[in-house]
Each structure stands twice: as structure tokens, then as C-alpha cells.
């Protein structure tokens, strides 16, 4: 069963990009998957939104860490190829991608994640922080083709106040 996540976003997805139920593309942890139309020998991009509330006083870069280290036991070898901090004080969020080396589909892949984790204010009590997590998964060959569709998606999300515009 997908999740949900801990504040309402809303955002734009890429031109050919579809939706998909979580649960019907194995990602029943997140809470919004997209496809892309053109798989890569055998392997379809997907972008992947899941977020949950932080109590604690975990940094971005520490909750990017703890990813990290849950995908090594999944994956054959994980590589973080860069790193970096991006946004405001008011709205921190900071960037990692991974070389992946999994068993996706049958087959053993060289994948690349881009992740982009956005610290977010609940808007019902301030107090309480979530962290949103959007993360592109293609194969290497195919990454730099579709990295820019995630960075127009990502520069899209934005917290969902309720009001049409």
C-alpha cells in the first residue's frame, strides 16, 4: 500500500512522464511514482516521492547518509558520486547521487540515482518537520537524457496550501 506523505505537495510532472500506482511498480513505500515512456534496455526511469516526519535533529546531509546505507543492502555496490547542500535557511534541502550497481528486472544494472531531500515546515504546526524525498532512478546510459526532466520536476514542487490558482 503506498504512503502518503507527511505534508501536502503538489508539482508538475515532465512532458511523457505517467503516473503509477506504487504498489504495481514494487515501490509500495512511496507515495507518488512516475514513468518515463522509453525503458533502457529493459529498465524504465521512474521518479519516486516518499517523505516522513523528523522529531529528531538529523541533518539533510545525515537522513541522505542513512539512505545511502539502506540501498547497500539492497544493491550490489553503491557509490555516492557527489554530494551538495542547496536552498535557504528557510528552505534547506541538499542533493546526492549514486552509481548502483542492483539486480533491477532479472538482470544486473548500472544504475544513477539523483536524490533531492527538502526539509519542509508542517503548515499545521510549524514545529513539526517532514522531509520529502524525490529521487530519479535511470540507468547509466540513459541518466543524462532524462536528469534534466527531474530538474524541471523538482524546481515544480511546492507545498500544496489548498488554494486553486
Not at 544494472?109 to 532512478?137: E, F, H, K, M, N
Request: proline share 8%; aromatic share 6%; glycine share 8%.
Amino acid at each position: 500500500m503506498p504512503t502518503t506523505l507527511p505534508v501536502p505537495i503538489e508539482f508538475e510532472l515532465p512532458e511523457g512522464w505517467r503516473a503509477a500506482p506504487p504498489d504495481d511498480v514494487g515501490a509500495p513505500g512511496a507515495a507518488f511514482v512516475a514513468l518515463h515512456p522509453r525503458p533502457d534496455d529493459g529498465f524504465t526511469a521512474n521518479i519516486t516521492v516518499d517523505g516522513e516526519y523528523r522529531p529528531d535533529e538529523a541533518t539533510l546531509p545525515e537522513i541522505a547518509h542513512a539512505s545511502v546505507e539502506r540501498l547497500g543492502e539492497a544493491a550490489t555496490s553503491v557509490v555516492v558520486t557527489a554530494r551538495r547542500e542547496v536552498g535557504t535557511a528557510d528552505a534547506p534541502g541538499f542533493t546526492q547521487t549514486l552509481a548502483v550497481t542492483a539486480v533491477a528486472g532479472g538482470a544486473r544494472r548500472d544504475l544513477v540515482q539523483s536524490q533531492v531531500y527538502l526539509s519542509v515546515l508542517d503548515g499545521a504546526c510549524p514545529r513539526r518537520r517532514a522531509v520529502i524525498r524525490l529521487v530519479l532512478t535511470a540507468t547509466a546510459s540513459q541518466h543524462a537524457a532524462v536528469v534534466g526532466d527531474f530538474q524541471d520536476f523538482v524546481r515544480s514542487v511546492r507545498p500544496d496550501t489548498g488554494t486553486a490558482s
